[in-house]
């Protein structure tokens, strides 16, 4: 049965977190953290809510991991995040020596390709999983604001 | 009476904080959060007692001065902070458009001029503020640890 438990199948589950966040007039990024298959955070961008930069859906996974597991370090865990992290999530899975990251869409200006950003060197990363979907998502998000 | 406000006596209370980060076994970082001479957010690092890589000193400064604020943009706000900000927290102020930051210590390994941070264009930088206190009291820590 692992063959469930695809990138695709979880990133489908970060996506439907961003589809909240979009449903919220927040930025629709979602983001999950799994590890041995089992769903240990899930969450999704709330910047306006809160009126705080750093509740980044990764950031807030991160924290949630963390205090499932009561351990800071995210060892055997995977983060599934639709978004390419900016800096700041960069720097948080950073010390946070997770072991994998999977995202969907590339963020070309704040992604931390972009901008250089330090992932710790124990972690795996693969990018381009439901890019398309993650992508739109976004799109659809920032044209409407523009209406 | 403004002669009183002086970077060197914000920062004498941010290595309070850091201090009390200290006593309690948590490597020795503070801040606060300044506007108009008004001391709107106090923290310390908290990442072993939170189990969360993300509970650095600049997070929960900013997290806390933007709730006092109910804004998500700290302008006219001033961090101070005893060590360089880390790639984490550069992001994380980097999306606050923090008008200034006055920072003691600085981090030659972990430090935002080190890994190339960015931070907001906007974004002032005063370095060097009770430097040698804010990094003994670094250096006293990790030569504890060490024993």
């Not at 589950?13 to 979602?30: D, R």
């Not at 869409?105 to 950003?117: L, M, P, Q, V, W």
Request: charged share 20%.
């Amino acid at each position: 049965m692992d063959t469930l438990f695809t990138n695709e199948y979880f990133m489908q589950i970060a996506l439907n977190e961003a589809k909240e966040a979009f449903h919220k007039g927040e930025i629709p990024v979602g983001a999950i953290v799994v590890a041995n298959n089992q769903i240990i955070a899930k969450s999704h961008n709330l910047t306006e809510l809160l009126h705080d930069v750093t509740a980044h859906a990764e950031i807030q996974a991160i924290s949630s991991a963390a205090n499932y597991l009561g351990a800071k370090y995210l060892k055997n865990c995977t983060l599934f995040v639709t978004l390419e992290p900016c800096q700041m999530c960069t720097g948080a899975l950073y010390w946070s020596q997770i072991t994998k990251i999977v995202y969907g869409a590339s963020d070309e200006k704040r992604g931390f390709k972009a901008i250089g950003g330090q992932l710790h060197p124990k972690t795996e990363v693969i990018s381009g999983v439901l890019e398309q979907e993650c992508a739109d998502l976004m799109k659809t998000f920032f044209e409407n604001k523009r209406k």
